[in-house]
């Protein structure tokens, strides 16, 4: 007597069970592929957003530098042009000082019967046309301009009679310079 056994359905639910785990696999790797894929997506989306912010940051901090540069530049040129007009005040104030110190200069060595009709000045030239009534008056006003401190000795242009016939027109140039103990004066308040 043989018994014949029947192996091929219970193989059969072997296959499928194997075959049902098998997709239960896929169906959880294909799961868990797509979590971690869902959730790298999500770490690049906090890193680019992270990084978004610091572009901004930084774009704004630049702005905000570009306008301290911008108003830097502003003030370099403010200061620039004031040290431009200090200069030109410094100037016209030495030449005020000097303009003050020929007159002052002037006024000291006048000699009597010396009239002067026209002065005018070139940088430290200064031209002087005067009348005197006499030859004498002439080389003691040129004397008296040689001996002030502040001006150089007069180089003598021409001498001519006057319309009176008696008086002389005479014309001299000298250089001014300026003292530095006169300026010192004007300057100290």
Do not use: C
């Not at 540069?69 to 410094?90: C, K």
């Not at 005020?96 to 030239?125: C, H, K, M, P, W």
């Not at 140039?173 to 010192?184: H, K, Y």
């Amino acid at each position: 007597m043989s018994i014949n056994i029947n192996l091929l359905p219970w193989r059969e639910a072997r296959r499928e069970k194997r075959t049902r785990r098998f997709y239960g696999v896929v169906v959880m790797m294909f799961l868990a592929g797509i979590g971690l894929g869902l959730g790298i997506l999500q770490i690049y989306q906090q890193q680019l957003s992270a990084q978004q912010q610091r572009n901004a940051y930084i774009t704004n901090h630049i702005e905000r530098l570009n306008n301290e540069i911008a108003d830097v530049q502003r003030y370099q040129a403010t200061a620039a042009r004031l040290g431009e007009q200090l200069t030109l005040f410094q100037t016209l104030q030495a030449e005020r000082i000097g303009t003050v110190q020929l007159f002052n200069n002037i006024a000291a060595s006048v000699v009597d019967g010396v009239v002067y009709q026209r002065l005018s000045r070139s940088g430290e030239q200064v031209s002087f046309s005067a009348m005197a009534g006499s030859e004498r008056q002439v080389s003691d006003q040129l004397r008296q301009i040689a001996s002030m401190p502040g001006l150089g000795v007069p180089q003598f242009s021409e001498v001519a009679s006057g319309d009176d016939g008696t008086s002389r027109v005479f014309q001299f140039d000298v250089v001014q310079s300026v003292v530095e103990e006169a300026a010192a004066e004007e300057e100290a308040p």
